[in-house]
């Protein structure tokens, strides 16, 4: 028997881990179930600290984890999926074409930025969405000390105004003066189409982050959109023209496009419907996790945000389902009832939340402290030891805040 995972981000990781929990559980050999995970390279990418500088460093390996614990590693990205036949279709990084079939299979290829198209975004925007995204920004920005001073080099527009866009445009008055020197003015403006700043984070905490920005001289352009990019700068959809050399787009992301090879119901971020097992409805076989899945996480009407809180309880879920179907055991459902945000507000400290409600529980430098522990410790994989790797995959534990 085979079970496949698709993705090694955190629902992918978690879901080999837990898939091999369970085989360990239950008595059965590697030889008997294999598990095996495709992913283009055999790291996890530590996607939400890709605002920080030195993006670089941010990926963990996951070849020890995974001899640890005897799951199979398939290097190439999955390009079709054949429900009828149980078989993905996987191109190599050489170029070449293999093809792996499945008795279960797990979706969790994740998300991608959505870039519209926009006149001149794909060619002068950029983001801290990928790995080669985070590292090309990194890039021009050390560049920008080579370019004779003007306000547009010292200018970046952040576009979106969610956590995301919040993350990346409190770092950079630190980043650019690390870059352009000490006495430099930076300028950020972050632009946005809606009336406040971070709409999902609520009247409680919105304050902080108004602060925050204040603090940190960070403008704001609000209920604007963007018409185009060119070498000047940005035009909003106001007229308005802002010289820059430095856009990020950090306005919405999407599912990755694999989970438009499923004949099966998608949302409007292209995520794959599931039941509470993490089944896609209508697709024997095959599970989806993580941001590449839409899951109620209460009986309250609640769903699984695209986030790695989510994507790493859900992974461990639906790898425990799937394995459990092909060993016979009983699935569990997924549930998450807590949830906690912790916003970076670079020099301006963090802010830590609890609740759906988004209730203020910690700011400033205390928050700042959970942030950094979250975000270096807490998120990366746990060490090749396989008895503590395994543990540590409980699928009721995982992301137990
Ligand atoms: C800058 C930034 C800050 C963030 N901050 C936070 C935060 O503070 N808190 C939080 O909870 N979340 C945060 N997030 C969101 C979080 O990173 C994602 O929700 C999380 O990474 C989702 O995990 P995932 O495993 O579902 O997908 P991903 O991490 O996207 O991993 C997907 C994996 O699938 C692989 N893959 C994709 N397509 C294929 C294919 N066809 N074949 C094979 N492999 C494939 C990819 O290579 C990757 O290995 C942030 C994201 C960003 C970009």
Not at 55 to 80: C, K, M, N, R, W
Not at 216 to 243: F, K, M, N, P, Q
Not at 345 to 358: D, I, Q, V
């Amino acid at each position: 028997m085979r079970l496949v995972i698709i993705g090694a981000g955190f629902a992918g990781m978690y879901a080999a881990l837990s898939a091999a929990r369970l085989r360990d559980i239950q008595g059965v050999s590697p030889e008997e179930l294999e598990i095996a995970l495709v992913s283009p390279a055999p790291t996890l990418v530590v996607r939400p600290r890709l605002y920080e500088p030195h993006p670089e460093t941010l990926t963990a390996s996951l070849l020890e984890l995974f001899h640890a614990i005897d799951v199979v590693y398939v290097q190439g990205s999955a390009e079709t999926a054949d429900a009828g036949t149980r078989t993905v279709g996987i191109a190599t990084a050489e170029g070449g074409r293999k093809s792996l079939s499945y008795d279960r299979l797990v979706v969790a290829s994740g998300s991608k930025l959505f870039r519209p198209n926009i006149p001149g975004l794909a060619e002068h925007g950029f983001s801290v969405d990928s790995l080669d995204d985070a590292v090309a920004l990194d890039k021009h920005l050390h560049g920008l000390a080579q370019r004779p001073s003007s306000d547009a080099r010292n200018t970046v527009v952040v576009v979106g105004g969610g956590f995301t866009g919040i993350e990346a445009a409190t770092e950079m008055p630190a980043r650019l003066r690390a870059v352009l020197g000490s006495d430099a003015r930076p300028r950020v403006i972050i632009v946005d189409r809606n009336k406040v700043i971070a709409p999902d984070m609520g009247p409680d905490s919105r304050p902080v982050i108004e602060d925050a920005l204040r603090q940190l001289g960070v403008e704001t352009r609000l209920e604007a959109g963007i018409a185009s990019l060119d070498r000047s700068g940005i035009t909003l959809s106001s007229g308005e023209h802002i010289g820059t050399e430095t856009v990020i787009w950090a306005a919405g992301i999407r599912a990755a496009p694999l989970t438009e090879q499923f004949a099966a119901e998608r949302d409007n971020s292209g995520r794959l419907l599931v039941d509470r097992d993490l089944r896609v409805p209508g697709v024997p076989g095959v599970f989806a996790t993580g941001d590449a899945a839409r899951a109620a996480c209460d009986d309250e009407g609640r769903y699984a945000l695209m986030s790695c809180q989510h994507a790493t309880r859900m992974g461990a879920f639906a790898g425990n389902n799937a394995a459990a179907e092909l060993l016979g055991v009983s699935t569990k459902p997924y549930h998450q009832k807590a949830y906690v945000t912790c916003l970076d507000l670079g020099e301006a400290g963090a802010l830590f939340t609890r609740g759906w409600e988004r209730k203020v529980e910690m700011v400033g430098e205390v928050a700042k402290k959970t942030k950094q522990e979250i975000n270096t410790v807490w998120i990366y994989p746990p060490k090749a030891e396989r008895a503590a790797a395994l543990a540590s995959a409980d699928p009721e534990r995982v992301t137990d805040l």
